[in-house]
């Protein structure tokens, strides 16, 4: 179990960063003007935040009976996805590179 734990975080914390790194929209469509705005980086990782869910779902169930939760259980995790999408945040619209 330990190790399906340590997969899901690396996975989450990949999936968090990938629509501020990758210019294509859902990684497929290359947006109009040359830079995808900051609605269509928000609602990618809102997919990717249950997307990731639902791999922690399956590895669940795989490993036994998948337990109940309440909403707190869902705020806690998608704000751990937002924390998790800071470096990235970061690197695409805080970092100042220099001459530029």
Known sequence: MNFSTTLLLILAFIAANLPFLVERIFFVIRPRGGSKNFAWRLLELIVMFFVVGGIALLLESRG???????????AVNAALFVVFA?????????WRRRGA
Do not use: T
């Open 64 to 74: 036994g009976d998948v337990h109940k939760q309440n909403w707190e259980f869902y």
């Open 86 to 94: 800071y470096p990235g945040f970061v690197y695409r619209y805080l």
